[in-house]
């Protein structure tokens, strides 16, 4: 190496750390270099993480952000360990969601979806698609995704379109597909069907209705409800049997107001005496738990509602008009015809749909379902016999809750975007086709007259085929063999139902084996408010591209991995990010240190270690080996913080401070050690790091080979190897130092509490300790400025103004004489103790009032307590330093 070339190194590191001028130039240069595609060689064993594909509903927002962080950081640390580590890219269609975004944006040009007709609207889409779509990957760009891009799939595109049909039929031939009339969530505003999932649940403050239902054989049964407008819809009474209150009417018929159809009064254990009147109302077409009634006393089941929310004609005079218009008016004919009683306030759980906020009607509705026991009874199995693991192991009970308590799936929506159930219908012979590919004829009856079921399928159906439909399944295909299963699904804890548990239950049913082996779940990001980061709530400074420009892309991914613990929400706060890019100039400005040493000793044969180096690379291997633990068990903010303490503190304060001594001494052998070990232990580091920074870690890099650093090593540092953690760590250099470290600081504290002025050398004498220690008297005269220092035995005494410490198992006097004026340090104490004694008299005079105690507020009276006790405090702390400065006898 040679001091030009070094020269020019250092020059192109001048300034701050530039993250503007780096991160597009080498994402590039990782692109094309191939280093995101997982090696071909057979003898790497494979590392697979599919990416949670984001909904194109719009661009990302700050909480992705942590998905990335976590997941680039496994992909790259893996990589780096040697694995054929492959990170699946892609986007979902989200069909309801995404319908509504492009719906709204029509209804800004005057257009609905139904102007447009399906196939207009679907162009629509997929130049939605192809807008929103790039601006996620140009996203994940900026944030330093290192995912394979030649493998990039959409959940609409031709390849998975293939997988879901293969899936649906699969499932329908094994009988685990089937079409019912039974309830459902139906949602209004999209006018599909949703799953129970999809159903956010809210405390509402309504009304309790008590409403007079007149009797067939004459007088009234009065029954509470808060939805009276399904009363339409009634086709029973019921009352618990062991009710005396009515026990007498059990088997008589009552009246629907309004409507006169004659229902009949019934005895079922459901019902709850103490609610309301303890006589409930029926209505198997609009309640579940009615549904299950009608079914144990075979009840009709009667459907009021349309698919927008309006009543149809079972609602006689009210039909065609919106459920909550027709609640009103309904309301008003049961007051003019006495038949309401009394109205109270209460306040009950409503279900929304957690899209569009819509308030959900039960209603039953043909739809088609998956008989999720089996599935859901395999996936359990799994969990429990380990071959998939939680992260944490808090969720595996909530997830094993819910296979538990699962439900039939219902599978279809109402839409016009996404997967298209296979089925046909003939038309002349009423045959139902389900098909692979498309039929052009009835396989029953030849005719051709075939209408394809309009229902298109859960988004979470395609999205469950995620992890194998990706890697070509359901053919045999090279990826499918070598990356599934998957190695890690990293992902929100709110999607652990909707998308984790759909996923396992397919991937077993499906190709026979579970999709992945550990589950990650980090938590949510919110705002400072607490309001959740999304994009049905976003607010100013919700795009990371805007935190990226003013900090970096290494600030934000390392402060989020930090800041967040595993399955725990966190707050983002954006001084977080700045100190992360505190961090980043931090390592910067180290890593130009580590270089210019580098030139200072370039040809220099270096010496032996000193006990300094001994330190820092022991502290470095327990670092290396605590970084590795970490990862490999899924504590990254742990691993991320232990870098960050240890290059911030232990190698760029402490160790750099003093290898100046060494390195600006008059040995060269021993200045070309320290450079050694400088750059041995910034080598080591940016590997470490660089999956969580993986910017300026790869700058540095090219800077520090260029400089003759790293040796033989790859050119690129996302393809340079980690290597395993050494196992030497001298014990005893690691206790040595950090006795060392405690003296100077505890001098660098008396010093600063003294009031002494930076530049100034004090002197110092340090009692006790073993010989080793006055070897390493230049590191404290350097780093405490001290001089002149001196040693002395245990138990030596010296009578004389100073101020004492221990520390390191040592004790530090300092004469204050070299500190401070005496006389003007005096006269300053006795001030402050004055001062401090009239403040502790005012407040003690204060609380010895009782009218002061007992009529002043709470908070009034606690200050002056504080203030007392502070007080009280400050006039013991100046004492004891007035006691320092008279000499003893």
């Not at 349309?306 to 459920?323: I, K, Q």
């Not at 799994?382 to 944490?392: K, L, S, T």
């Not at 003013?550 to 800041?563: E, L, P, Q």
Request: glycine share 8%; net charge negative.
């Amino acid at each position: 190496m040679t001091s030009q070339r070094s020269s020019s190194v250092l020059e192109a590191m001048a300034g701050p750390y530039d993250p503007a001028s780096v991160e597009a130039r080498l994402y590039d240069t990782w692109d094309e270099s191939g280093a995101f595609q997982p090696s071909g060689d057979p003898g790497r064993r494979p590392f697979t993480i599919a990416i949670p594909p984001p909904n194109i509903t719009g661009q990302l927002h700050n909480g992705h952000v942590l998905f990335v962080a976590y997941q680039d950081l496994m992909i790259r640390w893996q990589r780096m360990h040697g694995r054929a580590a492959l990170w699946l890219p892609g986007t979902d269609h989200a069909a309801i969601a995404t319908q509504n975004v492009i719906e709204r944006e029509l209804a800004k040009e005057g257009l609905s979806r139904h102007d447009l007709g399906r196939e207009g609207f679907e162009k629509r889409f997929w130049q939605w698609k192809d807008e929103v779509g790039n601006s996620i990957n140009d996203q994940l760009r900026r944030l330093g995704a290192s995912v394979d891009w030649t493998r990039e799939h959409f959940t609409l595109d031709e390849q998975l379109s293939r997988a879901v049909r293969e899936a649906f039929v699969r499932l329908y031939e094994k009988g685990l597909i089937y079409r019912g009339r039974y309830m459902v969530n139906w949602c209004p505003d999209d006018q599909s069907a949703i799953s129970d999932l999809e159903v956010e649940y809210q405390d509402v403050e309504g009304s309790l209705w008590h409403i007079r239902y007149p009797l067939v054989d004459g007088g009234h049964l009065t029954v509470a409800t808060t939805r009276p407008e399904t009363m339409l819809g009634d086709t029973a009474i019921a009352v618990h049997p062991d009710d005396e209150r009515y026990q007498s009417l059990v088997g008589q018929e009552a009246l629907v107001p309004g409507i006169g159809r004659r229902i009949p009064i019934i005895a079922d254990a459901f019902v709850d005496p103490e609610f309301g009147s303890g006589a409930v109302k029926v209505t198997p077409g609009h309640d579940p738990n009615d549904a299950a009634m009608g079914e144990r006393h075979d009840l009709p089941v009667i459907n009021i509602m349309n698919g927008d929310g309006t009543l149809n004609d079972n609602a006689g005079r009210w039909s065609g008009r919106d459920r909550f218009d027709a609640r009103e008016a309904y309301l008003e004919f049961l007051q003019a015809e006495g038949l309401l009683e009394r109205v109270e306030p209460h306040t009950h759980s409503v279900g929304h749909c957690s899209r569009d906020g819509a308030v959900i009607e039960p209603l039953v509705s043909e739809q088609w379902f998956v008989n999720a026991r089996p599935l859901a009874d395999a996936a359990a199995a799994a969990v429990n016999d380990g071959r998939i693991r939680f992260h944490p192991a808090r969720f595996k009970n909530e997830f094993l809750r819910w296979l538990d308590e699962i439900q039939p799936w219902c599978i279809s929506r109402q839409l016009w975007l996404g997967h298209r159930i296979p089925v046909w219908y003939c038309q002349d012979c009423g045959a139902v086709i389900v098909a692979r590919e498309d039929p052009s004829s009835c396989p029953v009856c030849g005719g051709r007259n075939l209408r394809q079921d309009p229902d298109v399928l859960d988004t979470w159906f395609s999205s469950g085929l995620w992890p194998f439909s990706t890697l070509g399944w359901p053919d045999d295909t090279p990826d499918l063999r070598r990356f599934y299963p998957t190695d890690v699904m990293e992902t929100g804890y709110d999607i652990i139902f909707f998308w984790v548990a759909r996923m396992v239950m397919l991937g077993l049913e499906l190709v026979g084996e579970v999709p992945f082996h550990d589950v990650y779940f980090h938590g949510l990001v919110r705002h400072l408010d607490g309001s959740k980061v999304s994009k049905t709530n976003y607010q100013p400074g919700d795009d990371p591209l805007e935190t990226i420009e003013a900090y970096g892309a290494d600030a934000m991914r390392f402060s989020f991995v930090t800041a967040a613990a595993p399955g725990n929400d966190m707050r983002l706060d954006l001084r977080q990010v700045e100190r992360g890019g505190h961090f980043a100039n931090k390592i910067w400005n180290g890593a130009k240190f580590v270089i210019g040493a580098m030139e200072r000793t370039s040809g220099a044969a270096a010496g032996e270690p000193s006990l300094i180096d001994r330190w820092i690379l022991s502290r470095f291997n327990q670092v290396h080996a605590d970084a590795i633990r970490d990862v490999e068990r899924f504590r990254f903010g742990e691993a991320g913080r232990t870098l960050h303490d240890f290059l911030w503190t232990e190698f760029f304060d402490w160790y750099v401070e003093a290898a100046k001594i060494r390195l600006y001494g008059d040995d060269p052998a021993a200045a070309a050690r320290t450079a050694l070990t400088l750059a041995t232990v910034l080598d080591g580091s940016l590997r470490l790091l660089h999956p969580f920074m993986p910017y300026v870690t790869e700058e540095i890099w090219r800077h520090f080979r260029a400089a003759g650093g790293a040796g033989d090593s790859p050119e690129l540092l996302i393809e340079t190897p980690i290597p395993s953690a050494s196992p030497n760590v001298d014990q005893g250099a690691i206790a040595q130092v950090r006795a060392l470290i405690e003296i100077v600081q505890s001098i660098r504290n008396a010093r600063h509490e003294s009031g002494v002025e930076a530049g100034r050398q004090v002197e110092a004498r340090v009692i006790g300790g073993d010989d080793g220690l006055e070897s390493q008297a230049v590191f404290i005269q350097r780093l405490a400025r001290v001089d002149p220092l001196t040693f002395h035995v245990a138990d030596t005494t010296f009578h004389e103004p100073a101020v004492t410490a221990r520390a390191g198992g040592v004790e530090i006097f300092l004469p204050l004489a070299g500190m401070v004026d005496l006389t003007a340090e005096r006269e300053r104490l006795a001030r402050e103790l004055a001062d401090a004694e009239a403040t502790l008299g005012r407040a003690e005079q204060l609380l010895a009032n009782p009218r002061f105690v007992e009529r002043a507020p709470e908070a009034v009276v606690a200050k002056e307590r504080d203030r007392a006790r502070a007080a009280s405090e400050r006039v013991a702390q100046v004492k004891e330093r007035q006691a320092a400065l008279v000499e003893s006898p």
